[in-house]
């Protein structure tokens, strides 16, 4: 009887082994499954990342060769305008076509003056100096344009340096 009563018993603590063998298989496979799932929506997350990147560089690509073109595009304005007492009109209308041809190829690439109206818009302007407003004029418009400004697609490549009336 006694030989029964061990076999019982070691069949029981058997039994148990096993279930908690199985319990710990089966949680081990759902930690498992759910890695597996993190890895899934992470490589999904990679992809896109990688997608919008290279999107951004196709279209931004350019944008430091744009901004280097800058200051020629304003030399060639301050020399048309620094010559219009000149009697060397040959001159002057080279330097026109040069710039009209420069604005023309930054423009294919997505470039555009900034439009600057009366009013301050701190987004795509610096504010260099400012004044006291002057009879007329209200506190946070625009008294003069210093340099213009220039977006490349819907970003701004140079703000616009203005000089902005102050409030009282």
């Known amino acids: ?4 009563v061990e076999d019982e018993v070691a069949e029981a603590v058997e039994e148990e082994a096993e279930a ?11 930690e498992l499954e759910k890695e597996l799932q993190y890895s899934a929506a992470e490589m999904v997350n990679v992809r896109q990342r990688a997608r919008r ?3 951004e560089g196709m279209r931004y690509g350019g944008m430091s060769m ?15 305008e620094s010559s219009n007492g000149d009697e060397s009109d040959a001159l002057r209308e080279g330097v026109r076509l040069t710039l009209e041809g420069a ?27 400012t004044v006291p407003a002057p009879e007329g004029c209200e ?10 400004g220039y977006m ?16 009282e």
Not at 1 to 4: I, K, R
Not at 20 to 30: N, T
Request: glycine share 4%; no cysteine; hydrophobic share 50%.
């Open 152 to 167: 490349y697609h819907d970003r701004v490549l140079r703000a616009a340096r203005v000089i902005v009336a102050e409030g």
């Open 20 to 30: 908690d063998s199985v319990e710990a298989l089966e949680a081990r496979v759902a």
């Open 139 to 148: 506190p946070g418009s625009v008294i003069e344009v210093v340099e213009v």
């Open 53 to 55: 990147e290279r999107s």
């Open 66 to 80: 744009a901004l280097r073109m800058l200051p020629l595009v304003d030399s060639l304005e301050k020399a048309l």
């Open 103 to 129: 604005k023309a190829a930054l423009k294919a690439e997505g470039v555009t003056q900034i439009e600057v109206d009366s009013t301050f818009d701190p987004t795509n302007m610096e504010a260099i100096a």
């Open 1 to 4: 009887m006694p030989d029964e």
